[in-house]
């Protein structure tokens, strides 16, 4: 069963918390792109956006506009999103001109979502995907941003023969190397799953074959609903792996975006999930992002029934800011 949940849409949310600035030993670049901006940028074309700006008569709106449009939002890029270096470089250059921090994921990997399948697809191969890559950080360039690369890739490998495994690790070595030959400026983290997925000392195995000593960190559950006590647990405990089988330690983000009242076990679109409050954590997690845009369906699947991954849901939206 996956465990993990994601979305083929263009969008999805990080909402600033308080960053941790403490040194981790592998860290890959100089640059602090939080330092070059003031606070994250609301991305203007969100889904929930959207929504909103159709529907201002609507009851629920203005709890949706307040709750979960105004939230800093990442924007998720794909296979839907055209000219990849021009579609990331407009979206950065957005918030490059209001001094705003912009997340972006990608999400494009060949075999994306192998073992759920909810949003399949990526690139059609592995040539495909490194032009892809490298059009994606070339389009940042020197400007400052944060990326989410490649949610679900480390997961997904119990569903992927040792070619596919392969394949993939060096898919996403080349993708940090071309964010750090291109884009010196963004902080790249490596997507690591959460805590029901796999254990910490295997998802240290994954994000080390797969090069994360050359990103700045990895990501936790990313459109999930765990909590964030046990995400930052488990991002303790993977550094704990990689430091004594690797001798290094990376940051690690959080998205809390649904987790506002954890995890009923559920990954597809459960009932009585609640936004999330960022806040300062300790013990290692660097940032609290909303990197899955809540109302956003995870498939056609629970409360979401006969929707597509990434469809916008108000009515889905509305009872997730209030937890019912």
């Excluded at 983290?189 to 074959?209: F, K, V």
Aim: hydrophobic residues 40%; charged residues 15%.
């Amino acid at each position: 069963m996956r465990r993990l949940l994601r979305t083929r849409s263009l969008l999805m949310a990080p909402v600033l918390s308080a960053v941790l600035l403490t040194l981790h030993p592998g860290t890959a670049h100089a640059a602090d792109p939080t330092t070059m901006t003031s606070g994250f940028y609301v991305d203007p074309d969100s889904s929930a956006r959207r929504w909103v700006n159709a529907n201002p008569a609507d009851g629920r709106a203005p709890a949706i506009r307040s709750s979960i449009a105004d939230v800093p939002t990442a924007r998720w890029f794909g296979n839907w999103s055209g000219t990849i270096g021009t579609a990331t470089g407009a979206f950065v250059g957005a918030a490059a001109a209001n001094r705003k921090l912009p997340v972006l994921v990608a999400y494009n990997i060949p075999n994306r979502d192998i073992c759920a399948g909810q949003s399949g697809g990526g690139a059609g191969s592995a040539a495909d995907y490194r032009t892809w890559i490298a059009a994606f950080a070339a389009g940042i360039g020197n400007r400052p941003a944060v990326v989410i690369l490649e949610p679900d890739s480390l997961g997904d490998e119990s569903c992927m023969n040792a070619a596919q495994i392969t394949e993939r690790n060096a898919l996403l070595s080349n993708a940090i190397a071309q964010f750090n030959a291109k884009a010196p400026n963004t902080w790249v983290y490596l997507d690591a799953g959460n805590p029901a997925w796999l254990s910490a000392d295997t998802m240290a195995r994954h994000l080390a074959a797969a090069g994360v000593s050359g990103a700045h960190g990895f990501s936790l559950n990313v459109s999930n609903y765990v909590t964030t006590a046990e995400n930052t647990s488990y991002g303790n405990a993977v550094n704990a792996a990689l430091r004594s089988a690797k001798g290094f330690t990376k940051p690690y983000v959080i998205d809390t975006s649904r987790n506002g009242n954890g995890s009923n076990g559920a990954w597809c679109n459960p009932a009585g999930r609640r936004t999330g409050r960022p806040s300062q954590v300790g013990g290692g997690a660097e940032m609290l992002l909303w990197i899955k845009a809540p109302g956003e369906s995870d498939g056609n699947c629970g409360v979401g029934a006969g929707s597509t991954a990434g469809q916008f849901l108000p009515e889905v939206a509305y009872k997730m800011i209030y937890g019912y």
